[in-house]
């Protein structure tokens, strides 16, 4: 099972930017979808952006033109690029790999890692 650990988050001001990274260990990301979550405090956990192993990409309303998902070359590394965050921006974010359908996302494994916080300040 290849694990992925999130990483780049942190205290931001409105309208900052972030990159965040998800990186794979015991092997690469190649052939898989994945996707990032976000889940506020209090609130459930909502898909963020998915990228599909062929490079389609989609995104929740509320992140569009905002927010950018892309994988490396290597096929090791997924990051999403959040540009003008704003306060509702916050919360800890998770990457997973599963299988991207219109709308939605089936994450591979039940399981989830410890996340990266973003917090954005207004």
């Known amino acids: 099972q290849v694990q992925l650990v999130e990483s780049g988050g942190g205290l931001v001001q409105a309208g900052a930017s972030l990159r965040l990274s998800c990186a794979a260990s015991?092997?690469?990301?190649?052939?898989?979808?994945i996707a990032w979550y976000r889940q506020a405090p209090g609130k459930q956990r909502d898909l963020v952006a998915a990228?599909?192993?062929?490079?389609?990409?989609n995104y929740r309303a509320s992140v569009k033109d905002r927010f950018t998902i892309s994988r490396d070359n290597a096929e090791t590394t997924v990051y999403l690029q959040m540009n003008s965050l704003k306060p509702e921006d916050t919360a800890v974010y998770y990457c997973?790999?599963?299988?991207?359908?219109?709308?939605?996302?089936?994450?591979?494994?039940?399981?989830w890692g410890q996340g990266t916080q973003v917090t954005v300040s207004s």
């Open positions: 990228i599909t192993s062929g490079g389609r990409t």
């Open positions: 997973k790999t599963g299988t991207y359908f219109t709308g939605g996302f089936r994450p591979e494994y039940p399981d």
């Open positions: 015991g092997g690469t990301i190649s052939g898989k979808d």
